[in-house]
């Protein structure tokens, strides 16, 4: 009954939600996120202590697709990254845990009868295993310059380096199976703009053919931002908020 209505469930929920309720039209068809693999930087010193975390950090190397990072680490995390692995460090404390993130692949969300959440489907191309294998190679690097002593990859299937020449041996392409991938980043599962034919809200988050209802969240994003959405998000839902009231009086 209420005149207007705003979704803020996030990438997944949001479009799963305007599907059951029979709003389907570019609606959960265009899915995308950061996808990233993982690496453990072994150091000589101890560089988390019980207790404590490093601070998630982010760079963006020049103009290419990879952004290199320094995900949560502590002992106790870090324990959990080496559990598939033969010859963990004896120090989980001198280890940092980092990621190599990429903006590749597309997936859709759908409701699927008698499931209770919604199904995600994510698809890469060869193209972009490759991508996340030089991204993997490149953040490698970046930690051997840094005084690593050991890269341990995230894939239990790809040995461990021990020199930036090691590093070499690392496949071209990550291998489909075996290969964990994560992601914290999901968005553009209802892109915004005024082309109907590929958008599901319009420029300020409104539902295109429904009256009153509005998307505010990382689903109307029209792509991968390429670097932490938080900050576009944000913006983007203070703009469309100001729009609405303005329009409103």
Request: hydrophobic letters at 45%; charged letters at 20%.
């Amino acid at each position: 009954r209420a005149r207007h209505v705003f979704l803020a469930c996030g990438a997944i929920q949001t479009p799963a939600l305007l599907r059951a309720s029979g709003i389907r039209r570019n609606v959960g068809d265009a899915l995308r996120a950061h996808v990233t693999v993982k690496a453990a930087a072994e150091f000589a010193v101890r560089v988390v202590q019980e207790r404590e975390q490093v601070c998630p950090v982010q760079v963006k190397p020049g103009d290419g697709p990879v952004s290199l990072g320094c995900s949560v680490s502590g002992p106790r995390l870090n324990r959990v990254f080496f559990l598939d692995r033969p010859e963990p460090p004896a120090d989980p404390a001198t280890c940092a845990i980092t990621y190599a993130a990429v903006s590749v692949g597309s997936g859709r969300v759908r409701r699927v009868p008698l499931l209770a959440d919604p199904v995600v489907r994510y698809r890469l191309t060869d193209a972009d295993l490759r991508s996340l294998a030089r991204g993997l190679r490149q953040l490698g690097e970046w930690l051997f310059a840094a005084g690593a002593a050991a890269v341990h990859p995230g894939s239990a299937t790809l040995p461990t380096a021990h020199s930036p020449e090691a590093l070499r041996g690392w496949p071209e392409i990550l291998p489909r199976s075996g290969t964990p991938l994560q992601t914290v980043h999901l968005m553009a599962s209802c892109p915004l703009g005024e082309n109907r034919a590929r958008c599901a809200v319009d420029s300020f988050g409104a539902v295109h053919g429904v009256t009153g209802l509005h998307v505010a969240d990382a689903s109307m994003l029209g792509s991968a931002t390429g670097v932490n959405p938080q900050g576009t998000i944000m913006a983007l839902a203070r703009r469309n908020a100001l729009h609405f009231l303005e329009a409103s009086t």
